[in-house]
C-alpha cells in the first residue's frame, strides 16, 4: 500500500465497518422481522392490534424504538452503502460477470444491492407517512394500506428478500453455519413471515375497505 | 546490427522445480546474485505432481525402525543395478535426513507418527511408539528394506515445493518465469550463461552469469505416453549437448510404469492390481496368466509392461484414436471397496475420461515415466567439459539412480543435490570471474535469432513441426520403450536420423511472430530428436540388460563389459551421437544379487524397485 | 463408439497487436471419447490453427496452469470433459489476470505479488540446526496446514470472484486462504498485530462480500466459505481484542 494512504487511514477502519454492517443488519432485520409480526396482529383482530400499539406508546417504547432504528437504518445504509457500485465502469463489470458466471450467491448480492436502495427510497416514505399520521392505530393503518396495498406490497417483497438474504450473507460471511443448511432455513423464515405479511396485507386492505 | 538486451548476475539457474529453486536458495544464502528461469511459474513446475512421497532414513514409523543410512544406501545401489556412483549414493543417503528436517523448519508439514496399535492391510499388526509420537512418518514404497517414504498426505511434491518458492520469495530471488533458456553460451572451455527467449513477446535476451546451473528436469514428453508434464521436453539436457563438449550420461536409461490412463496418461496406481484388478486385451480376455501364470498381473512393473507391449504386438490391443491400449479391469472388486480404498483411482477416471471404474473398464498402456540419464556432471554438480555450468535433479546425471531409481529417490534427490551442489556453485561463482568478449556472446544470441528469422520467413523448408513431433514419439514408443531389441532399435536410429534431417526443414503455418506456440516447438524440435538419437543409439549399443534397460536379445546383466556409464557428445553438424563411456565408481557394495526382478535367484516377480 | 463434430468458440487477442481487436472464433473438430479440454485443444493447435496460445502444464489438475472460462464458468480445462458440456464450447481467458494472447493469462506475476504482499513464509526466529531431530507436530495440525496449502493458485477463485475483478487490490479467497495457512501453522511466529497489518482490511478479510463463486468454483474443493469466515473472526479478535 502506498505510504500516503497508510499514515492517513485508521488501521481499524475496516474492521469497524464491517462490524457495524454486521449490527445493523441483524438489528434491522430482527426489527423487520418482529415488525411483521406486530403487524401481522391484525388478523388476532383489531382490538390486539390497537392494544399493542398502545401498549407500545404507553411504556415509550416507540419513542424510544423509532428513532432508535431510524438510527440503525440510517447507519447501516451508510456502513453497507459503502459496497455500493459507485462508478459505472464498476457496474458494468459486475452485471457482465453475474450474467456470464450464473453464481447464485453473486445473483443474490447483486439483488440485496438492488432491493437495498429501493428500500432506502420505499422505507423512507413509509416511515415518514407512519410518523405523520401518528398514533398507529388499526382504521388508520387499514386506511393507508388500502389505498396503498400496491407500495406495501412492493416493500414487503423487497424488505422480506433483503432481510433474509441479508442475515443469510451474515452468517455465511462469520461461518457460523454452513452454506446449505443455512439457505434453507432462511428461506423457510423468510417464506412464514411473508405469508403473515400477506395475510396482515389482505387483511387490512378489507377492513380499510370497508369504510 | 540490433545488440540483445543483456543481464548479468552471479550465479543464473535454468529451472524453477525443487531442484533449481533449492540450488538458488543455497547460492543466495550465501550472498550472491542470482537469477531463476523457468517456462512457467515456479509453482507449476512438475515437481508438484510427485504425491508419493520423499525417502529419508529418519526410522521414525514403526515399519521404518532400525532404518539408517547404510540401509538405504544399500537399497539405492541395488535399485540403479550397480549404476550409480556411489560416492554419491552415500553422500545422499547422509544428507536426505537433514534435507528433510530443514524442509519441515522452512514449512512443509510432512504427516507426522501417529502413536498406536494399526493393523496392515496383510494383517499385520504394528505399533507406533508413544515416544516418536509427532516426529515424520513414512510409508511403504517399492525396493524398500523399511518404510522409509516420507509424505504429505497425497502432496508431497507440491507441498515441498510450494515451502522451497516460499523461500525463495522470502529471500527476494529474481525469478524470470516464462522465459525458456534456448542455447548455452559458452568460448570452448567456460560457460558464460545462456541465451532466453520470452515466451511472453517472443523477444531474445542474453543472460550472463559466473556460475549456470541447469535444473530444467526430465524430458519424458519426447514419448508420445508418459505420465510427466507437458513441459517435460528435456530442452535443458538438449541445449547442454548442443554445446558439442559437455556429455549426457545414461540417457538409455528410461523408467516405465505399466498403468498410464489412456488417453491422457495420467499414473493409475498399482494399487489397482494390487487390490485384485485384471488387464485385460481386445477380446475381454485376461491374458497375463498365459504369460504368468504364477504371479499374473502382479509380476514386476518391468515384466507387466513388457508382457503388455508383447501382447500389443501380437495385435491384441484394443485400438483407439490414441493409439493401440490394454483395459484395467476392476469391476469385480465392487462398488463398496472401489468407492473407499480406490478412490483416488475412480477420481481419476471420472474427471479424465468421464468414466465409472465400477462399471466401466479403464485403458491403459505402459507410460514412460522418469529418465535417470541426464546432463553428466561430477560429485560437486559440476557439468563435465565446461567450467561454470552445473546440473542438478532429474536433469542431471549426478549419477544417484544408475539404471533404475528407487521410487521417493527423486524428490529426495532435488532437495539434496540442490544443498550440495547450491553450495558448490557459490563457492565456484565467488572465485570466478566473468570474462568475456561482447561479439562472442552476441553472436550466440544472433545464431538464435537467424534461426527463428528462417523459421518465420519459411526459409528452411515445408515440414510440420507437429508431425514430426507425432513421428518422433510414436518411435519412441514403438522401438525404444520398455523392451528393446537390436533390430528395433536400429529402425529406431534410422527413423530419427531422418526426423533429424526433417527437423532441420520446419516451415510454420502461423506467421510465428511473438510468442507463438508453434515457433517453440519448432525451435526445440530438433533438439528432441538429438535427445531421442542419444537414447536409442546409446540402447542400441549397449549389449546388456540393466534396471530399466532391458534387452529381449540380451537378457543378462554384463558387468564384465558394461559396468560403465555411457557418455553421448553430439559434434556440430553430425547426424549421430559420439558414445564414448567411463566407469562406474563403486566404493562400497561390489556387484552383486539385486534380491528381485527375472534374473536375481531370489526373484519372487514382484520387483519393486520401480517404485513411483 | 461415436465420434460427431464439436464446435467451439474462443476469444482471440494477442496484446502485442491491439490493432487488432479482440475476437471470438469457431473451430470444429471431431469429438471422440474422454476428450477433455485439453486434447481438443491441442488437436485444434496442431491441425487447424498453431497459432492458439494456452496454457497447460501438468494436464492432471495439479498444477493450475490450465483455468479458463468453459461456459461461463472458471474451470480447470484440462479436467473438463468436452462429452459434459452441452453445445457450443466457448473458452474465454480469465478476467482479472493480464492476458498474454488468447486463452493464455500471467497468473504467475499475480500469485507471486500474493505471496510477498502476505509474507507467506514461516516467519520464525529460530536457528535450523541440521543435526537435531525435527520439531514435533500433532498430526492433526500437519493435515490442517496442508488442507489450506493444497490450493494450486489456479486463480478460478479470483476469477470467479466480482469483488475481485472492481478492485485490483483485493488479494481474494487465494490469498485469504494463503494466510490460514500461516495462521493455523504453530511455527509461524508472526503476532495478531502482524497478522492484522496483512489481511486486517478491505484489500483481505473485511473486502470479500461473501459472494461465494470461489467456494463454488475452487477445483479443490478447498472449504473456502469456512476459511474465510475463520480469517474475518480472527481479524475481528486481533483487531477488537488485540489475540
Ligand atoms: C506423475 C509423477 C509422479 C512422481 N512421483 C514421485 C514421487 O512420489 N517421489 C519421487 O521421489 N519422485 C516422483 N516423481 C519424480 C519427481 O517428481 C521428479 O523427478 C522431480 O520433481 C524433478 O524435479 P526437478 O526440479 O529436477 O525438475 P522439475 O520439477 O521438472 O522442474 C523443471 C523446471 O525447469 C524449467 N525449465 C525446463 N526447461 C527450461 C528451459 N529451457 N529454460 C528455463 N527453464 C526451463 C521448468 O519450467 C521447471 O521450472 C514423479 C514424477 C511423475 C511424473
Ligand atoms: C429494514 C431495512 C433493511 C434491512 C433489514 C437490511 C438488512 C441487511 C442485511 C442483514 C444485510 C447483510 C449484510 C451483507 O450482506 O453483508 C444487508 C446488506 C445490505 N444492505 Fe440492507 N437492510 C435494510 C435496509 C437497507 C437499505 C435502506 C439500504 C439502502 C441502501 C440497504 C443496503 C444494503 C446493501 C447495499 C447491502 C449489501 C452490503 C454487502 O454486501 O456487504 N439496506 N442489509
Ligand atoms: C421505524 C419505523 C417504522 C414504523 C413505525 C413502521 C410502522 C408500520 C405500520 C404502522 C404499518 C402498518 C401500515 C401503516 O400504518 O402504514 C407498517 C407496515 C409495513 N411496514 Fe413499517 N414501520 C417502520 C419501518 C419500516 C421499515 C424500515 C420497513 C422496511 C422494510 C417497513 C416495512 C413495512 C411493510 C412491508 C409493511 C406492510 C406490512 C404488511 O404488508 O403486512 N417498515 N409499518
Ligand atoms: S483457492 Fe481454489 S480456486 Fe482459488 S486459486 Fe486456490 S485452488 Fe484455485
Ligand atoms: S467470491 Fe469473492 S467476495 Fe469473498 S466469498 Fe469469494 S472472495
Ligand atoms: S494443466 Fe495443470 S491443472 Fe490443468
Redesign the interface.
Known amino acids: 500500500?502506498q505510504a500516503q494512504k497508510l499514515l492517513t487511514r485508521n488501521?481499524?477502519a475496516?474492521?469497524y465497518?464491517?462490524?457495524v454492517e454486521l449490527l445493523t443488519g441483524v438489528t434491522l432485520v430482527g426489527f423487520l422481522w418482529t415488525h411483521m409480526i406486530f403487524v401481522a396482529t391484525i388478523l388476532l383482530g383489531k382490538q390486539t392490534f390497537n392494544t399493542l400499539s398502545q401498549f407500545l406508546d404507553d411504556y415509550y417504547l416507540s419513542y424510544v424504538g423509532i428513532p432508535f432504528i431510524i438510527l440503525v437504518f440510517v447507519t447501516h445504509i451508510l456502513a453497507a452503502g459503502r459496497?455500493l457500485?459507485t462508478r459505472y465502469q464498476?457496474q458494468k463489470?459486475?452485471w457482465r460477470?453475474?450474467r456470464?458466471?450464473?453464481?447464485?450467491?453473486?445473483w443474490i448480492?447483486v439483488f440485496q444491492v438492488i432491493t437495498g436502495a429501493a428500500i432506502f427510497a420505499l422505507g423512507s416514505i413509509h416511515m415518514w407517512m407512519v410518523i405523520t399520521g401518528w398514533p398507529i392505530r388499526a382504521m388508520t393503518s387499514a386506511d393507508r394500506m388500502h389505498s396503498f396495498w400496491w407500495f406495501y406490497l412492493v416493500l414487503l417483497l423487497l424488505g422480506e428478500y433483503h432481510a433474509g438474504f441479508g442475515i443469510y450473507?451474515q452468517f455465511?460471511?462469520?461461518?457460523?453455519f454452513?452454506?446449505k443448511p443455512l439457505g434453507y432455513v432462511t428461506k423457510m423464515i423468510t417464506a412464514v413471515i411473508l405469508a403473515l405479511g400477506l395475510a396482515a396485507l389482505w387483511v387490512m386492505y378489507e377492513l380499510g375497505g370497508a369504510v | 546490427m540490433m545488440n540483445y538486451t543483456v543481464i548479468v548476475t552471479d550465479v543464473l539457474v535454468a529451472g524453477a522445480g525443487l531442484a533449481g529453486e533449492r540450488a538458488a536458495i543455497e547460492a543466495a544464502s550465501r550472498g550472491l546474485d542470482v537469477i531463476i528461469l523457468s517456462l512457467v511459474p515456479p509453482r507449476r513446475s512438475h515437481s508438484t505432481a510427485a504425491q508419493g512421497g520423499c525417502q529419508a532414513s529418519l526410522g521414525n514409523c514403526a515399519m521404518g525402525e532400525g532404518d539408517n543410512t547404510d540401509i538405504h544406501f544399500a537399497d539405492t545401489v541395488k535399485g540403479s543395478d550397480w549404476g550409480c556412483d556411489q560416492d554419491v549414493a552415500r553422500l545422499f543417503v547422509e544428507t536426505v535426513p537433514k534435507a528433510i528436517r530443514q524442509m519441515a523448519h522452512w514449512g512443509v508439514p510432512w504427516s507426522r507418527v501417529v502413536a498406536g496399535r494399526k493393523v496392515l492391510p496383510d494383517g499385520r499388526e504394528i505399533e507406533d511408539k508413544k515416544e516418536k509420537e509427532g516426529l515424520i512418518t513414512a510409508r511403504d514404497f517399492g525396493g524398500t528394506a523399511k518404510w522409509r517414504t516420507c509424505y504429505t498426505a497425497d502432496g508431497t511434491g507440491h507441498s515441498m515445493q510450494y515451502t522451497v518458492d516460499s523461500v525463495v520469495i522470502k529471500l527476494g530471488i529474481t525469478v524470470h518465469d516464462r522465459t525458456e533458456a534456448i542455447s548455452i553460451i559458452h568460448d570452448g572451455e567456460t560457460c558464460l550463461g545462456v541465451v532466453a527467449r520470452c515466451l511472453r513477446t517472443g523477444e531474445l535476451r542474453i543472460y550472463l552469469a559466473r556460475a549456470t546451473v541447469i535444473a530444467t528436469g526430465g524430458y519424458g514428453r519426447l514419448y508420445g505416453a508418459s505420465t510427466n508434464a507437458i513441459i517435460n521436453e528435456g530442452t535443458g539436457m538438449s541445449i547442454a549437448l548442443d554445446t558439442g563438449i559437455v556429455p549426457l550420461g545414461n540417457m538409455e536409461a528410461v523408467q516405465f510404469h505399466p498403468t498410464g490412463m489412456v488417453p491422457v496418461w495420467i499414473l493409475i496406481t498399482e494399487g489397482a492390481r494390487g487390490d485384485g484388478g485384471y488387464l485385460l486385451d481386445k477380446n475381454l480376455h485376461r491374458f497375463m496368466p498365459d504369460y504368468e501364470p504364477v504371479k499374473k498381473e502382479l509380476a514386476s512393473r518391468d515384466v507387466v509392461s513388457r508382457r503388455m507391449i508383447q501382447h500389443i504386438r501380437k495385435g491384441y490391443g484394443v485400438d483407439s484414436p490414441y493409439g493401440p491400449h490394454l483395459w484395467l479391469d476392476i469391476r469385480h472388486l465392487g462398488a463398496k471397496h472401489i468407492n473407499t480404498n480406490l478412490r483416488e483411482i475412480k477420481n481419476i477416471c471420472m474427471n479424465f475420461n468421464g468414466i465409472d471404474p465400477v462399471k466401466d473398464l479403464i485403458p491403459v498402456r505402459p507410460t514412460q515415466h522418469y529418465s535417470m540419464g541426464g546432463v553428466r556432471t561430477n560429485i560437486d554438480g559440476a557439468a563435465y567439459g565446461l567450467k561454470g555450468l552445473f546440473a542438478v535433479g532429474e536433469a542431471a546425471c549426478w549419477d544417484l539412480h544408475g539404471f533404475n531409481r528407487l521410487g521417493g529417490n527423486s524428490l529426495a534427490e532435488t532437495i539434496v543435490s540442490g544443498w550440495v551442489v547450491g553450495r558448490k556453485v557459490a563457492e565456484y561463482a565467488r572465485d570466478a570471474v566473468l570474462n568475456y568478449s561482447h561479439s562472442l556472446v552476441q553472436g550466440f544470441a544472433r545464431k538464435q535469432q537467424e534461426r527463428i528469422n528462417d523459421l518465420i520467413a519459411g526459409r528452411l523448408g515445408k515440414e510440420n513441426v507437429y508431425q514430426i513431433r507425432r513421428e518422433m514419439e510414436q518411435t519412441l514408443m514403438d522401438y525404444v520403450g520398455i523392451f528393446r531389441n537390436g533390430p528395433d532399435l536400429q529402425k529406431a536410429v534410422a527413423k530419427f536420423q531422418e526426423l533429424h534431417e526433417r527437423a532441420q526443414k520446419i516451415g510454420l503455418r502461423s506467421d510465428g511472430k511473438w510468442a507463438s506456440p508453434e515457433l517453440t516447438t519448432s525451435l526445440r524440435m530438433p533438439g528432441m530428436v538429438r535427445l531421442a538419437l542419444c537414447i536409442s543409439y546409446g540402447a542400441l549399443t549397449r549389449t546388456e540388460s540393466r534396471g530399466s534397460h532391458a534387452r529381449e536379445d540380451y537378457p543378462k546383466r554384463d558387468d564384465v563389459n558394461w559396468l560403465k556409464r555411457t557418455l553421448a557428445y553430439w559434434k556440430e553438424g553430425a547426424d549421430l551421437p559420439e558414445l564414448r563411456y567411463e566407469p562406474v565408481k563403486i566404493t562400497e557394495l561390489p556387484p552383486g544379487d539385486r534380491g528381485y526382478g527375472e534374473s536375481s535367484a531370489a526373484s519372487t516377480g514382484g520387483n519393486k524397485a520401480n517404485g513411483q | 463408439m461415436s465420434t460427431k463434430q464439436r464446435k467451439f468458440s474462443i476469444f482471440r487477442y494477442n496484446p502485442n497487436t491491439p490493432e487488432k481487436k479482440p475476437f471470438m472464433q469457431d473451430y470444429v473438430i471431431e469429438e471422440v471419447p474422454g476428450m477433455t479440454i485439453f486434447t481438443a485443444l491441442n488437436k485444434i493447435r496442431e491441425d487447424l490453427d498453431p497459432s492458439l496460445m494456452f496454457d497447460f502444464v501438468c494436464r492432471a489438475a495439479i498444477c493450475g496452469s490450465c483455468a479458463m472460462?468453459i461456459n461461463?464458468?472458471?474451470r480447470l480445462a484440462c479436467k473438463t470433459l468436452t462429452g459434459d458440456l452441452k453445445g457450443t464450447i466457448t473458452l474465454m481467458p480469465l478476467?482479472v489476470f493480464k492476458l498474454i494472447g488468447d486463452l493464455s493469462v500471467d497468473t504467475g506475476t499475480w500469485f507471486r505479488q500474493l505471496q510477498l504482499r502476505t509474507e507467506a513464509w514461516i516467519h520464525t526466529d529460530k536457528k535450523f540446526d541440521p543435526d537435531a531431530v525435527e520439531e514435533r507436530m500433532d498430526n492433526r495440525v500437519a493435515l490442517e496446514i496442508y488442507e489450506a496449502e493444497r490450493c494450486i493458485e489456479c486463480g478460478c477463485c479470483i476469477a470467479?470472484c466480482?469483488t475481485a475483478?472492481?478492485r485490483e487490490?483485493f488479494l481474494g479467497a487465494a490469498g485469504i486462504n494463503r494466510v490460514a495457512r500461516f495462521m493455523v501453522d504453530p511455527r509461524d511466529e508472526r503476532t495478531p498485530q502482524q497478522y492484522?497489518?496483512v489481511i486486517?482490511?478491505?484489500?483481505g478479510a473485511?473486502?470479500?462480500?461473501?459472494?461465494?463463486?470461489c467456494?463454488?468454483?475452487c477445483p479443490m474443493q478447498l472449504p473456502l466459505?469456512?476459511q474465510?469466515?475463520?480469517v474475518?473472526?480472527k481479524?475481528?479478535a486481533f483487531?477488537?481484542l488485540g489475540k
Not at chain 1, 172 to 176: E, H, N
Not at chain 3, 206 to 213: E, H, I, Q, V
Request: charged share 30%; glycine share 10%.
Open positions: 500500500m488501521p481499524r475496516e474492521l465497518y464491517d462490524l459496497r457500485p464498476e463489470i459486475i460477470h453475474a456470464m458466471l450464473k453464481g447464485t450467491d453473486t448480492w450473507r455465511v460471511k462469520w461461518g457460523w454452513p452454506r | 472460462i461461463g464458468r472458471p478476467p470467479g466480482v475483478n472492481i487490490d492484522f497489518d486486517g482490511s478491505d484489500e473485511f473486502g470479500c462480500m461473501a459472494l461465494m463463486a467456494d463454488d468454483n466459505q469456512s474465510l469466515a475463520f474475518r473472526r481479524m475481528l483487531g477488537l
